[in-house]
């Protein structure tokens, strides 16, 4: 609860207020979210749909970035929605940055994020934000890059077209830990087709503007939401894939099969 000082004929009086109250009316009044127990509140509440209330508390760097690089808030409160309404236990967020996504998701679900990511500056600044919002038990962040570090065993993954070239005209566009470039994009988009192919039958699937490839066709779309700034899809995959040829044979012929009974329906 926030203690709020009021003033009456002279007198101080303080009143405890629920956070969530704090929250409408600092919104009201313009005035911003002072600490993150607040901000956990106010997304708890849903009454945090800016996004700012929730970046002040990222490092200035990547606060200026927040609109074009990481998770809205809208987005990740649906996400966690209906990972909840589905039972998943854990989901790992693939190119997960400043771990905005990881953080906000775990504040208003049930489920344990796991966060991996290839700048190891953005693993400590993600680290950060979990100590700072109070979620390091049912929040990590892993250093790596897809397809190099193996991913965690999950119920579901997370994916924000996570293999695009990131500047923050900062000390971070230096690291030389991570590889950028035309040539690794396409490497580890592959290996995300790959790695779903692969995954077990019943693994969940969640693109945010997608990934840059394609969804392999032992996946199904469940659920999309098109009010949000760019889609949010979630997929399961309900069987196993087929080896390459034989699924482009299988392609070819679901194609020819549509198309004979077209002929049908126009000769009758």
Known sequence: MGVHTRYTDGLCKRVTVAPETLVRVCAAMGAPIARPGDAAEALRAQHCSADSAFDRFLPEDLRAVSGQYWTPLR?????AEWLDDVNVRHVVDIGSGAGKFCVAAALVSRAYFTGLEKRSSLV???RALADLFGVHGRVQFVHGAFGVTPPPVADAYYLYNPFGNYWFDSIRDTEGDAEFGTAPRVREIAFVEQ???TAPVGTWLLTYNGFGGQMPECCDLIRVDW???????????QRASEPPDLAHQSRAFRRASRMRKSRRRDVT
């Open 227 to 237: 009010t949000l700034s760019a889609a949010l899809r979630l997929w399961r995959k």
């Open 195 to 197: 790695f779903i192919r």
């Open 124 to 126: 400590a600044s993600a």
């Open 75 to 79: 987005v990740a409160t649906r996400a």
